[in-house]
């Protein structure tokens, strides 16, 4: 008679998961706690949309608006002033800081920052952006009134402005300072070509063309507007 081996255990295992189940419940649980998220979501998302990027990007749009209406009005001004002297071309140099030296000095430079013209001449204001001032010094002044230079003395310049010039036609020039007393704003060139190099034309028209300063100096110091 056979007697049963006490020594011997017998485990019983379970069926293994059914991963594919497991997955389909996690995921509709996911599902599920997500559909009670996504209003929230929703929500959370339209206010960052709001303030971060439709409010910004009108700000944007207000102030480019503003300084366009600035530059237009700052071209006609330029506009009329060659009429008024029967020039060809004007362009407005506004100064700025630079870098300092390594003395501590300031280094000044100016750029031109806006340019009218008659037809068929080539744009020179790509050629005058963050210059050293240094490089004025022949027209700059400390008198601050306006001041013609005949064709000769543009001949007279050899240097950087000197060729400048040349190189764009120009055979005679005014230059007229923007002053207030924080300084000097900025500096309206007008350059001759041909019959408009007379120094009679610029004595005849000197007071229409400071008029014409006032006017431009009243839109560079507009006041800010809010934007807000």
Not at 14 to 23: C, D, G
Not at 34 to 41: E, K, N, T
Not at 199 to 204: K, M, N, P, V
Request: net charge neutral; glycine share 8%; hydrophobic share 40%.
């Amino acid at each position: 008679m056979n007697k049963p081996n006490k020594g011997v255990q017998i485990e019983v295992q379970s069926a293994p998961p059914n991963k594919p189940i497991e997955l389909a419940e996690g995921l509709i649980s996911f599902m599920l706690e997500f559909s009670f998220m996504a209003p929230v979501l929703a929500l959370g998302g339209a206010w960052v949309w709001k303030t971060y990027f439709e409010d910004k990007t009108a700000i944007l749009k207000k102030k480019l608006s503003v300084s366009l209406e600035t530059d237009r009005d700052i071209i006609s001004q330029l506009n009329q002033m060659i009429g008024i002297g029967s020039a060809s071309r004007a362009i407005l140099l506004q100064p700025h800081n630079g870098d300092k030296f390594t003395t501590g000095n300031s280094h000044f430079k100016l750029t031109c920052t806006h340019e009218a013209m008659e037809q068929g001449f080539e744009g020179m204001q790509g050629s005058i952006q963050g210059t050293s001032i240094g490089l004025f010094s022949d027209i700059l002044t400390s008198q601050l009134l306006p001041r013609y230079y005949a064709k000769q003395e543009l001949d007279a310049m050899r240097n950087w402005l000197g060729n400048l010039l040349r190189g764009h036609n120009a055979e005679a020039m005014t230059v007229i300072p923007i002053a207030q007393d924080e300084g000097i704003l900025g500096i309206v060139l007008l350059m001759y070509v041909g019959s408009g190099t007379q120094t009679e034309r610029f004595d005849s028209v000197t007071y229409k063309l400071l008029h014409e300063m006032d006017d431009l100096l009243a839109i560079l110091t507009r006041p800010k507007r809010k934007l807000f």
